[in-house]
């Protein structure tokens, strides 16, 4: 069983940055590609960012490519994600989450293991 913490939310202001990070329980955490995903009310989760277990391999949504940065670091099972040039409609509670298979994927219905999120809320 993988444990997932997420921190680094807050209010900021548009044109703002913030860094989420995740630490996980597991020792085997170089093994698990992980994503980070969103929600806000009244909405399905949205990927956001995806770094294969090596983290050779990124991918993000369209709605952040270019401002968002996800990186790794298996030394210290941690996975962060960079957020410069906040919008307004990047509110929302972020998750990372690990699949234990795969390069990672932006389909949440891959992973194993969830955080229990972080509030993330960007003024105008």
């Known amino acids: 069983q993988v444990q997932l913490v997420e921190s680094g939310g807050g209010l900021v202001q548009a044109g703002d940055s913030l860094r989420l990070s995740c630490a996980a329980s597991?020792?085997?955490?170089?093994?698990?590609?992980m994503g980070w995903f969103r929600r806000t009310p009244g909405k399905e989760r949205e990927f956001v960012a995806v770094?294969?277990?090596?983290?050779?391999?990124?991918d993000y949504s369209e709605s952040v490519k270019g401002r968002f940065t996800i990186a790794r670091d298996n030394a210290k099972n941690t996975v962060s994600l960079q957020m410069n040039s906040l919008k307004p409609e990047d509110t929302a509670v972020y998750y990372c989450?690990?699949?234990?298979?795969?390069?990672?994927?932006?389909?949440?219905?891959?992973?194993?293991?969830w955080g229990q999120g972080t509030q993330v809320t960007v003024s105008s």
């Open positions: 770094i294969s277990w090596s983290g050779g391999y990124t």
């Open positions: 989450a690990a699949a234990r298979t795969g390069w990672g994927s932006s389909n949440s219905d891959t992973y194993d293991y």
């Open positions: 597991e020792r085997t955490f170089s093994r698990y590609a």
